[in-house]
């Protein structure tokens, strides 16, 4: 007898004090695979689904995830006019791309039919995230479907807090901690780590992936244990049991035509060889390739021996395409203040990888507000990448997909720690990165293009920062041989076994994304491939500090001018005024916006810096008192014949008699001061009336004091 699909079976482990649960045959049970995941007060549902038809011949898997939040999950209703969950946030994208790129790999070509991942939060406690569950649950899915997944697979996060890594650390934690990244794996190894630090080592980043290792491996058994309660019989594959006709004579023809054109010194030079030999060879072969599988099948060939030819060229003779040494970094360049007025640019250029990078300082009207399921909240970092078609010499559409995000995401993350907080620089800062052209991590050369334009734009960052990719190519079951590449192309990312990027400063990392095809890297691989980065970025770091090495003396005259101010607390609500209007009145007479916070903190956003200042002198005229023995720079506003009435502050006004003018008698106040003038005056009483009694202090003597 069969098992019984419409049962509900559960599996659970324990964490801590609470229990993480797998459960399966209770909800969404005409899905292929769904798995309902619980920790603490976070829940995912996740279902995997494959389509009715394979299609054969297939040299991609047509995957696609769909992680999204529902704002029932935390007790919220969606803020704005529309009150129903809209398009990905890119939250949810990036969740997606977490769970994508490590089960990606883990599906077999050869089954043919589109796959579809939905995991859905739909409980939230706001302290324990559900990513990871989302990832176990999706997984979990799968595995027990009755699509063919050689999984499965599992993911941790670790945190790095008071000295000591902390496994699926809570939102407390992670705000608290040096450390946050995500690993991805099998039982076999991780294949997947993407995080962000503040300046730690390369050796405590290897003590975070050695902490997940456990956990991913418990948890992969765990739903292995789940498939033998619920699992489902596999669909069978679809392979293509066709093959090319005539291949060895291909090859033998190809193969030395390759071995020169694939070493062709830049990128569109390789791409035109290689491209003539495919077409001039196909001529031979014309009839052969009229039929569509047979020329799927020949360019399948030539990728298959561009594969061979570069591996073996960096594995034996440690020779890359472009002929650079396994460290060599290809020539960089810096140029800022590249644009007339943005408040701050810079072109980073990388051998064929250039960034076009601008920042923006904005007031904090112009942070990025979230409002989705872990609360709400305001960034006043933002940084945003582009990666338009022409980068690459291609024709598309504009727009900002899942690739962007990712990439946008990483070079945040790796900026981030050195951005000065609020307190300490009270802009928002907005950083865009348009790549002008592409051929390895344009992702790390955002990193650097956005360090350049943010110190050309006066940011006072604590440190630079820049970034580097990593290659690895391997041979042999134990990787007897194996080659780290620094600065790696397009093409030995696409041919390499692991890629990582690493972004940090010369004190540590604070950015790292890691992919692996193969499992098992060892930790000695591990270790040369972080030291190898390390030196590099050093290099890297190095040419950006000939450039500009510190934040520009003052910020452009083209960004907004910015006064904090600390006001009693007590005095807001004179700032403020009646339903706003004090506070109204003042905005308006000097064009400027003022932002006051519950402790007193005051912000004064102008366009120049004689609004910001008139605006700043206004409020101190409300909110300060003033103090005998204080030299004021007052204004004459009516002279009388026993003396002249001068404005000290906004609104308040102190006689200053005619004796305080000058030691020496005077026939009238009119043979020192006019109306109108500025002049130094000390206050030198407040009468029982209240009243302000001022003296006169002529210039030299205000000066002196």
Do not use: W
């Amino acid at each position: 007898m069969g098992k019984d699909y419409t049962m509900v079976q559960r599996v659970t482990y324990k964490i801590g004090d609470q229990e993480l649960i797998l459960e399966t045959g209770r909800l969404a049970k005409q899905a292929n695979g769904a798995v309902y995941a619980q920790f603490g007060g976070s829940a995912v549902i996740a279902t995997a689904c494959a389509s009715g038809t394979a299609q054969e011949g297939l040299d991609f898997v047509p995957v696609t995830v769909d992680y999204n939040e529902k704002y029932y999950a935390a007790g919220k209703i969606p803020g704005g006019f529309i009150k129903r969950e809209g398009r990905p946030k890119d939250k949810e994208i990036l969740v997606s791309r977490l769970i994508d790129r490590p089960m990606r790999p883990l599906f077999e070509v050869a089954f043919g039919r589109e796959i579809q991942i939905v995991p859905t939060c739909i409980s939230s406690d706001q302290i324990n995230p559900p990513d990871i569950l989302a990832v176990i649950a999706s997984s979990a899915a799968v595995t027990i479907s009755d699509i063919p997944f050689n999984g499965p697979i599992a993911a941790v996060r670790v945190g790095y807090v008071d000295g000591e890594y902390v496994l699926n650390p809570t939102y407390e934690q992670i705000e608290k901690g040096d450390l946050e990244i995500v690993v991805a794996g099998t039982k076999d190894g991780f294949t997947m780590v993407e995080g962000g630090a503040n300046e730690v080592s390369e050796d405590l980043m290897l003590g975070a992936l050695a902490k997940a290792e456990e956990f991913i491996r418990e948890m992969c058994i765990l739903q292995e244990k789940l498939r033998e309660l619920a699992g489902k019989e596999k669909l069978p594959l679809a392979p293509l049991n066709v093959e090319l006709q005539n291949k060895d004579a291909i090859e033998k023809e190809a193969m030395p035509l390759l071995q020169v054109a694939c070493y062709e010194k830049s990128k569109f030079g390789r791409h035109d060889a290689i491209a003539k030999v495919q077409k001039d060879i196909a001529e031979k072969y014309k009839e052969q390739l009229e039929d569509p599988v047979q020329l799927k099948l020949y360019n399948a060939l030539f990728d298959d021996l561009q594969y061979k030819i570069l591996r073996t060229g960096i594995l034996e003779r440690g020779q890359r395409v472009d002929g650079r040494g396994l460290e060599d970094i290809r020539p960089i360049t810096c140029e800022i203040n590249v644009l007339p007025r943005p408040h701050g640019s810079a072109i980073f250029t990388r051998g064929e990888t250039q960034s076009l990078a601008v920042a923006t300082l904005g007031t904090a009207l112009d942070e990025q507000v979230y409002d989705d399921i872990d609360g709400d909240r305001r960034e006043h970092f933002i940084l945003h990448y582009n990666f338009p078609p022409y980068s690459v010499g291609e024709v598309g559409r504009l727009g900002t997909g899942r690739r962007e995000i990712g990439h946008g995401n990483l070079a945040r993350r790796s900026l981030e720690p050195m951005v000065p907080s609020r307190e300490e620089f009270p802009y928002t800062i907005r950083v865009v990165s348009e790549i002008m052209e592409s051929n390895g991590s344009s992702s790390m050369a955002s990193v650097c293009g956005g360090t350049l334009c943010m110190l050309a734009a006066g940011v006072p960052m604590k440190k630079p920062v820049a970034g580097i990719a990593m290659g690895l190519i391997t041979e042999g079951d134990h990787y007897e041989k194996y080659a780290i590449l620094s600065d790696i192309l397009g093409e030995e990312d696409h041919l390499g076994d692991m890629d990582f990027k690493v972004a940090g400063t010369e004190d540590g990392i604070t950015g790292f994304q890691m992919d692996i095809k193969i499992a098992g890297v060892t930790t000695e691989i591990m270790q040369k491939a972080l030291a190898q980065a390390k030196r590099g970025r050093l290099h890297i770091l190095g040419i950006m500090k000939q450039t500009i090495a510190k934040p520009a003396d003052k910020i452009s005259e083209y960004a907004p001018k910015i006064e904090t101010m600390k006001i009693a607390i007590d005095k807001i609500g004179a700032l403020i005024g009646p339903g706003g209007k004090t506070v109204k009145a003042i905005s308006a007479q000097y064009g400027v916006t003022i932002n006051t916070e519950d402790d007193g903190t005051v912000t004064i956003y102008g366009k120049n810096s004689k609004s910001t200042d008139g605006a700043k002198a206004a409020v101190k005229g409300i909110v300060e008192d003033p103090e005998v023995g204080t030299i004021y720079n007052g204004t004459v506003k009516r002279i009388m014949e026993f003396g002249a009435f001068v404005e000290i502050l906004p609104g308040k006004e102190g006689l200053c008699h005619i004796s305080k003018f000058s030691r020496k008698k005077i026939a009238s106040v009119n043979d020192v001061v006019k109306e109108g003038q500025q002049i130094p005056v000390k206050l030198i009483e407040i009468d029982k009336m209240g009243r302000l009694n001022l003296s006169y202090i002529d210039a030299i003597e205000a000066q002196a004091k």
